[in-house]
């Protein structure tokens, strides 16, 4: 188990090879959603590492790990987070900001009123490894909606987002450190 949301079975893909210099352990995890072990919808791709014998320990990482993990925390709900009223009116946003943006809400709010942010993935974000970096496709939406004054919520508009973003890890001062690039 590694959180509510999911679990990660790392059972072995095969048996154990040992050589005189080194054991090789070929594991398969697959992450899903917690206490539903689900087959994927995806298929793991043979993965191969460069033969080096400097290091004490080598662990390698393939897509469809990555992909079962986005998988999985997609379908137990993870990618869905509301940003509650309280956490809006600590940054100042209401229906009067968004009333200067879009004419529409300006119309529909005279009176400033309190917003709710939704935010959701649409679908299971995809991400792919390259040499150097990986990337993360995420699509989806946000809905925003004002807080009337008897506590009842009225939606004012929902935008269908695409992010594409890359993020390359390096180690500096003994320290994993991201740089995160948004493409489009």
Same mark, same amino acid.
Do not use: H, R
């Given at each position: 188990k590694i959180d509510d949301l999911a679990e990660v079975d790392y059972s072995l893909? $095969?048996?154990?090879?040992?050589?005189?210099p080194f054991i090789d352990l070929d594991l398969k995890? %697959? *992450?899903? &959603?917690?206490?539903?072990? !689900?087959?994927?919808?995806? %298929?793991?791709?043979? +993965?191969?590492i460069p033969d080096q014998s400097d290091s004490m320990l080598y662990l390698a990482f393939s897509e469809y790990f990555f992909q079962t993990s986005s998988f999985a925390y997609y379908t137990a709900g993870a990618f869905t987070v509301? #940003?509650?009223?309280?956490?809006? =009116?600590?940054?100042?946003?209401?229906?009067?900001? *968004? @009333? $200067? #943006?879009? &004419?529409?809400?300006?119309?529909?709010?005279?009176?400033?009123?309190?917003?709710? +942010?939704?935010l959701m993935s649409t679908e299971i974000p995809i991400i792919s490894l390259q040499?150097?970096? *990986? !990337?993360?496709?995420?699509? @989806?939406?946000?809905?925003? +909606?004002? %807080? +009337?004054?008897? =506590?009842t919520i009225q939606s004012l508009f929902t935008l269908n987002i695409v992010?594409? !973003? =890359? /993020?390359?890890?390096? /180690? *500096?001062?003994?320290?994993?450190?991201?740089s995160l690039c948004l493409n489009r």
């Open positions: 893909s $095969s048996s154990p090879a040992v050589f005189q995890g %697959v *992450f899903f &959603p917690a206490g539903n072990y !689900t087959d994927s919808p995806y %298929v793991a791709a043979s +993965l191969t509301t #940003i509650v009223e309280e956490a809006c =009116s600590y940054f100042n946003i209401n229906t009067e900001i *968004f @009333g $200067s #943006i879009i &004419p529409e809400v300006a119309k529909y709010s005279v009176t400033p009123y309190p917003v709710m +942010l939704k040499k150097d970096s *990986f !990337t993360v496709q995420i699509q @989806g939406s946000m809905e925003v +909606l004002a %807080v +009337l004054p008897d =506590s992010a594409n !973003t =890359s /993020i390359s890890l390096n /180690i *500096f001062d003994q320290k994993l450190m991201g």
